[in-house]
């Protein structure tokens, strides 16, 4: 079995696929630790010094590598892997299952707020409000990506280690 998370920054990908993958017995990948230990950056310093397209193009590269594996594994990807290029088409072509998880826009923005320092595409939000604006636009344009997956969990409010109870 092989399961790819996806869905937008601070949806829970990482939470609840390792508590899955812990479940399941199965091998658990974070996409940005698989990327950060592979180029010896971190995804902050990357997007600082080379730029966002280079990453772009190296998170189109290693997630070629993970679709590839042939291992099981539970996969929790980047917020923005299956949205450049054909990677969502790539992800649907390749075996296993595709869950978007679902959160609403309002919860994304309250979760995302205390960690956009560290998250480079949300860094350039200094209010609440403007974070909130830009996440729907956002999720709005990456909205016909993730709702390509498999499967669609849809957390509402909930935190991710709430919904790993319901
Ligand atoms: C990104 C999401 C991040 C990370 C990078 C870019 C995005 O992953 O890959 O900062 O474009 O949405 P998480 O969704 O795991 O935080």
Same mark, same amino acid.
């Given at each position: 079995m092989k399961i790819y998370l996806i869905g937008y920054m601070g949806s829970g990908k990482s939470t609840l696929g390792r508590a899955l993958a812990q479940k399941q017995q199965l091998r658990f990948i974070d996409f940005d630790e698989y990327l950060e230990e592979k180029e010896g950056q971190s995804i902050a310093t990357i997007f600082k010094e080379k730029g966002e397209i280079y990453f772009r193009k190296r998170e189109s590269h290693y997630l070629d590598e993970l679709l590839d594996l042939e291992e099981e594994a539970v996969i929790s990807l980047g917020g923005g892997t299956p949205c450049y290029g054909d990677a969502m088409q790539r992800i649907k072509a390749a075996p296993g299952t595709s869950v978007y998880i679902n959160v609403p826009v309002t919860e994304l923005s309250s979760r995302l707020w205390s960690q956009r320092e560290h998250r480079p595409v949300l860094n350039h939000q200094d209010t609440p409000e403007k974070l909130e604006e830009f996440v729907r636009k956002h999720l709005f344009e990456r909205s016909f990506y993730?709702?390509?997956? *498999?499967?669609?969990?849809? @957390? &509402? *409010? &909930? @935190?991710?280690? *709430?919904?790993?109870?319901?």
């Open positions: 993730y709702n390509q997956a *498999d499967l669609i969990l849809r @957390t &509402q *409010d &909930q @935190t991710p280690e *709430d919904s790993l109870k319901a």
